[in-house]
């Protein structure tokens, strides 16, 4: 059964622009959340979706944004790019009951010059 | 904010023997669960314990959970050059409204195992 599937890998963009990167959550999976990777902060929540909801957000101002689709299917979009944004950007699913295992994508490695 | 906290940040064994990692969490959790990152890949998930649960075995994985001292250990036994990676410990918030899945990591630890 294939994995959670994050696009793209890898990604160049220049302050000020904008990105959007997609993920694909296991099949069957409905929760989908958001991570980014820095080597300063460590792993820190970004979002959390179900049922093309947000049920939970983290501490990131609003040019971080999210949606799910109702194929489970998610995007996250980073508006007016910053260099400290330059992360992995990493991808989480499951099936929302108690106790299941989270399962994370390969990432989305974003540099920002 | 990071909630867990693993022990040792780094550990440097040769092949064959066993790796122990602690992590110390600060709030009450329903579930820990750890996982290993290659550099530069994602997460890969190894092993997910219950809040009622006290140990659990996967393997050459053992892992235990102390809710009282909020603690849990990893213990990778005859290890090996492939287990060489970082290690995470990652909580979620046992009494979030709405039952958010939202984890809560630790920095890592970097595991070098030497061949």
């Known amino acids: 059964k294939a994995g959670v599937t994050q696009t793209p890998r890898y990604l160049i963009k220049t302050r000020g622009q904008q990105v959007t990167l997609s993920c694909s959550p296991i099949?069957?999976?409905?929760?989908v959340s958001w991570y980014q990777q820095t080597p300063g902060q460590g792993l820190q929540f970004l979002f959390e979706?179900?049922?093309?909801?947000?049920?939970n957000k983290g501490n990131f101002p609003g040019r971080f944004s999210g949606r799910q689709f109702s194929n489970s299917r998610s995007e996250m979009n980073v508006s007016t790019l910053e260099l400290g944004d330059s992360a992995l950007y990493l991808c989480?699913?499951?099936?929302?009951?108690?106790?299941?295992?989270?399962?994370f994508g390969e990432g989305s490695w974003l540099t920002v010059v | 904010s990071q909630q867990g906290e693993e022990d040792p940040q780094a550990l440097s064994i040769q092949e064959g023997e066993n790796a122990t990692m602690n992590c110390s969490y600060k709030?009450?959790?329903?579930?820990l669960q750890w996982y290993r990152q290659n550099s530069g890949r994602g997460l890969v998930h190894l092993i997910l314990?219950?809040?009622?649960?006290r140990e659990k075995h996967s393997g050459r994985l053992r892992v235990t959970l102390d809710t009282s001292k909020k603690s849990s250990s990893l213990l990778i036994t005859a290890s090996r050059a492939a287990d060489t990676a970082s290690y995470f410990c990652?909580?979620?918030?046992?009494?979030?409204?709405?039952?958010?899945?939202?984890?809560?990591f630790g920095k890592g630890m970097k595991l070098t195992v030497n061949p």
């Open positions: 314990i219950r809040s009622n649960e």
């Open positions: 990652a909580t979620d918030e046992a009494f979030f409204q709405g039952g958010s899945e939202k984890l809560v």
């Open positions: 979706y179900f049922s093309e909801t947000q049920r």
């Open positions: 709030t009450s959790i329903n579930n």
């Open positions: 989480a699913s499951s099936r929302l009951n108690p106790g299941n295992t989270i399962y």
């Open positions: 099949s069957g999976h409905r929760s």
